[in-house]
């Protein structure tokens, strides 16, 4: 099945990435270890590219607006198809921020203004992009000072950040941050607000858009990318070698798409898999309800599967609404994205906020600090 093959393929391409995020990336490994990146086939469209510049947000996005969020963009088998293809990030993360000083320290900690100005109502988001290391040459070839100062890079990669603003009602704008140029002919340094891509990375990309319609264009796929993963009802946790990732697959397709899983064996009987049976009349009984039956955890090609309802037995990740503070706080109002992600994952597991059966209370904060 090739939708299958697709799936394994990037589940091992991000195991691979987030392993490289951990060295110079642990705040953000440790959240989306635990909480997982999210993953749909890297050739599946569902949006054409004029809608996602025309409305990059969506009405769901807007209603909710999420405090983080990763998603799996890559394609895995990029780097089999020789020079000239076109040049994707292989991972894109967002994360809400609480203030414009906040995305300053964290995107440059200059001694000037990193961003342009934003209205006081408006929610600002950072928009991380991982890409290869051998990109690097292409995207920014000239390799000036502030090409180096515009990325951060680790081991065989390199990270662009890219600052959006998100007015009140429902308007993305990508925002223009504070850039310099050498000019050798007069010996000259001069600073000119720009888009972290500029018009010569565009070209490079072999894109006919604008710098503000490509950043569009990469915003709304990873944020539809992730709405996506809440239209299939179940949430499918798969982890390996400590890095969690979750994978999109539709309720109704489950029993077909892990198949191939290793056998469970219960007092001689083989276990089936998690599975949805419909409401249903029985002859001479009452009608059964509409409910979820089957294996929830097993081995799957070297991966350990989780799965659960969202919204029935837990509460939702995807809607947490929580702004990130870059600003030093004292250490018994604060919380670490690592701690964040541990604290949010053993709550669904605790069975806060379900719907169906017992609820238990929230776990302690203070359970999760070092």
């Not at 299958?4 to 953000?28: H, S, V, W, Y």
Request: proline share 6%; net charge positive; glycine share 6%.
């Amino acid at each position: 099945m090739r939708f299958k093959r697709t799936i394994l393929d990037q589940l091992d391409d991000n195991t691979k990435i987030m392993g490289r995020m951990k060295a110079c990336f642990p705040m953000e490994y440790g959240l989306y270890s635990q909480i997982g990146a999210v993953v749909l086939p890297h050739d599946e469209a569902f949006l054409e590219e004029s809608a996602l510049i025309r409305e990059p947000l969506s009405s769901w996005f807007n209603q909710v607006r999420p405090s983080f969020g990763a998603v799996v963009t890559g394609d895995p088998h990029s780097e089999t198809k020789g020079r000239g293809h076109p040049i994707h990030p292989r991972l894109m993360h967002f994360l809400k921020m609480k203030s414009p000083r906040d995305i300053k320290k964290r995107l440059f900690e200059r001694g000037r203004d990193a961003i342009q100005p934003i209205a006081p109502t408006s929610d600002l988001y950072i928009f991380t992009s991982y890409f290869d290391e051998r990109d690097w040459a292409r995207l920014f070839p000239k390799k000036t000072r502030d090409d180096w100062n515009l990325c951060r890079f680790f081991e065989k990669a390199f990270a662009l950040e890219l600052p959006l603003e998100i007015t009140q009602d429902g308007r993305a704008r990508p925002l223009k941050i504070f850039r310099e140029r050498y000019l050798a002919r007069i010996g000259v340094h001069t600073r000119y607000w720009d888009y972290p891509y500029t018009r010569d990375a565009m070209r490079i990309i072999n894109s006919k858009l604008s710098p503000v319609e490509y950043i569009l264009r990469e915003i709304g796929f990873t944020l539809r990318c992730y709405e996506e993963a809440t239209y299939s009802i179940i949430q499918v946790r798969a982890t390996k070698n400590g890095v969690c990732t979750l994978v999109n697959v539709n309720v109704e397709e489950t029993p077909d798409f892990f198949d191939d899983r290793e056998d469970v064996i219960i007092d001689g009987i083989k276990k089936r898999i998690f599975h949805i049976v419909r409401a249903h009349e029985r002859i001479g009984s009452r009608g059964v309800r509409l409910h979820f039956r089957g294996l929830r955890q097993f081995n799957w090609n070297g991966y350990q599967i989780e799965i659960s309802v969202p919204g029935r037995e837990h509460f939702d990740i995807k809607e947490v609404n929580i702004a990130t503070d870059e600003t030093a706080l004292p250490r018994d109002k604060s919380l670490e994205m690592p701690e964040l992600g541990a604290w949010l994952v053993a709550n669904q597991k605790n069975r806060f906020a379900a719907m169906v059966g017992k609820c238990n209370p929230p776990l302690p904060l203070d359970d999760f600090r070092p």
